[in-house]
């Protein structure tokens, strides 16, 4: 490291030590596209920053955030039903949805 500024190498090769992360918990348990959840992953100087799973756009598709280790992932899913408030929409609720939809 030069004069106290982390490298792109330094982080790769774990020398970076205020960013190196010291903790990352997902409260969905992992990869699960039925749940909405966050990740929260701390580095070594304290700071902890949360990411949550999300929908993107109106495409149908979730953003889901997980740990990979210590470190932050994610997986863009394409939802069978749609994606609504970071979750996929279950079928069981899709269907419930047109069937209201056919009785009006």
């Given at each position: 490291?030069?004069?106290?500024?982390?490298?792109?190498?330094?982080?790769?090769?774990?020398?970076?030590?205020?960013?190196?992360?010291?903790?990352?918990?997902?409260?969905?348990?992992?990869?699960?596209?039925?749940?909405?959840?966050n990740v929260t992953r701390c580095v070594k100087s304290g700071k902890c920053t949360n990411y949550a799973d999300s929908c993107v756009g109106s495409s149908?598709?979730?953003?889901?955030?997980?740990?990979?280790?210590?470190?932050?992932?994610?997986?863009n899913f394409k939802c069978p039903n749609g994606c609504?408030?970071?979750a996929c929409i279950s079928q069981a609720v899709n269907q419930t949805n047109q069937t209201s939809n056919l009785t009006r």
């Open positions: 490291m030069l004069s106290g500024r982390v490298s792109l190498i330094d982080i790769i090769l774990g020398r970076a030590t205020s960013n190196a992360a010291t903790k990352c918990t997902d409260s969905d348990g992992g990869i699960n596209y039925d749940m909405s959840g149908g598709r979730l953003s889901e955030r997980y740990c990979r280790g210590l470190n932050l992932a994610a997986s609504s408030n970071g």
